[in-house]
């Protein structure tokens, strides 16, 4: 199985990446209200079917790949 | 009953680079600084603190300290935790305590994206043995951080509970160079045993130096741990 997990930072936590991406993009002419930065991570996981798949990815991004205090995630499942 | 020097156990991370310089300035302070591997499963038998050392353990990748708090000695450090004894976690090894849950928070990246490497003025909110016992409480010490992701966070919510118990034990007196919250440089744990700083305590303990002010930090840890060992072996 196919995952992608997008890691956001929360609403409401200073993203001083994002700032810096938003001014740039404003430097360059662009009208941007706002921009934030998170991150994409991609997996291939074993799994027998797309519930057991989301289950396991659950499980890390609990565990390793978002910091719940500051991270918000989401999670894609579908076929390799 | 002649002073001993009691055993500290310095953390070895893939990716530690300061860990040297903490055994060192522990040595210098009476302490038999003992370097562990991460990969190790246990602390020595007769260790009387442990300090997780600054650095770029697995290279700061994912989240400062998210990996390393899985490595094996972690499991040992916990333990050592929770039965009181005392842990000090220094820049990464604050990021590693705060990704372990060890210390409430998580430090961001710097609110001005840049690497900040200077002395830094503290305010020594508390003393709170084991880690501020030979400080003044309100003493200003100067001590240098070096860090690129420094900027401690924590919501509004634990901030109050945390200031309200008395938890926050170091701040920024004179500018904040990261962007912390409440200016705050560093915590300690709700039992008040583990504490992490972003400054950098073993740069700053000979005047030749600069400062010797985190000698009383280092100092201070070194006291307890003496007082660990000698009661375990009463």
Redesign the interface.
Known sequence: MRATVLVRPKQG??D??GQ?VEDSLRHLGFSVAQARVGRVVDLEVDAADEAQARTEVERMCEQ??A?P??ESYEIEVGPA | MTERRPAVAVVVFPGSNDDRDAALALAALGADARLVWHAEEQLPEDTGAVVLPGGFSYGDY??CG??AR?SPIMAAVSQFAADGGPVLGICNGFQILC?AGLLP??L??????SFVCRDVALRVERIAPPFTTRCEPGQLLTIPVKNGEG?W???PELVRELEEAGQIVLRYAEGNPS?AVADVAGVVDDAGNVMGLMPHPEHAVDRLLGSADGGLILASLVDAARERVMAAAV
Not at chain 2, 108 to 113: E, F, G, I, T
């Open positions: 936590i200073l001083p990446q810096a390793l790949l910091n205090l500051i | 994912l989240r998210a990996i899985f990704e928070g998580v961001r990246p710097n609110a001005s994206l900027c966070y924590a919501p962007g």
